[in-house]
């Protein structure tokens, strides 16, 4: 792929592959989306972290022309593009988090019909389609119906399909939601070799700790708000010290409890209680002999994650509360 900045003078600025001003959105007299303002620099991995229900499909919606938007701009590569516009269709790959594929089509069919949207030659399209195939580690499996791939499998025609065009930023929602660890490790490795070897920009919506560790900067989506826009590093170091957990049957009068006996800063989660401190191995055998045998199932220390880290800065907890707004 040649990169448009390739070709740029030294010492010349890339502009953003992608920046949004003023994005806003509502379902009636919901405000989904408020005021949301990025950039997406050349080659980035660029990730929107929360929980379902923070308004990251609806963002995606908007970013790839199936919403229009109630307020805001776009720019490719600088130059203002109207959303949905077919300039940012024939740059932009797609990944959506929802199976797209015809399960009737072989794998190669599949390719080889996301080529035809495309209206490349048929040559061209041919092979394209292998060559992805084989990147996919799919070549063996090109005549196989796709409804019959294992899910991981699926995934990887999916990504497949989205750079049959070539396009130089590829945008995926919730892109390893339903897979195992082996899948979810062999998907990024397919992303992280894109990027290293093409310069394709990824822009992605998460609500997956391990995948936003991926992320060169994650922007904290918070009903509707970027609250906070972050290399993942930094947005752990938000988070002073360790973690201590302890898991309980009622984490949330045993918060209470911790904070009323230790004056201790405790939170409750579904299953246990978080306190972030400071040489937190410490703390351990203070709570052990302020509360009686059994009342804790167990007792932990770990470093900050980061779904610590948007506990820290949102108040909230990045488990899925079962919304997909």
Known sequence: MTRPEADRPRGAQAAPRLAARGIAFAWG?????????????????FGFLGPNGAGKSTLFSILTGLLPPAAGELRLD??????GARELRARMGVVFQEPSLDAKLTARENLLLGAALFALPRAVARERADRLLAAAGLFDRA??????????????????????????????????????????????????????????????????????????????????????CEAPEALRARVRGDVVVVEAEEPGPLAVEISSRLGLAARAGPSAVTIERER??????????????GRFRSVSVRRPTLADAFLDVTGQALEDPGGTV
């Open 280 to 293: 937190g191995h410490e703390l351990v055998p203070r709570l052990v002999e302020a509360f009686p045998a």
């Open 78 to 83: 600088g130059r203002k593009v109207a959303f």
């Open 29 to 45: 007299a919901r405000r989904v989306l408020e005021d949301l303002s990025f950039e997406v620099r050349p080659g980035e991995i």
């Open 143 to 228: 005549r196989d119906l796709a409804g019959r791939l294992s899910g991981g499998m699926r995934r990887r025609l999916e990504l497949a399909r989205a750079l049959v065009h070539r396009p130089s930023l590829l945008v995926l929602d919730e892109p390893t939601t339903g897979l195992d660890a082996a899948a979810f490790r062999r998907a990024w490795e397919a992303l992280l070799a894109l990027r290293q070897d093409d310069g394709l920009t990824l822009l992605l919506t998460t609500h997956r700790p391990e995948e936003a560790e991926r992320c060169d900067r994650l922007a904290v989506l918070d009903r509707g708000r970027i609250v906070a």
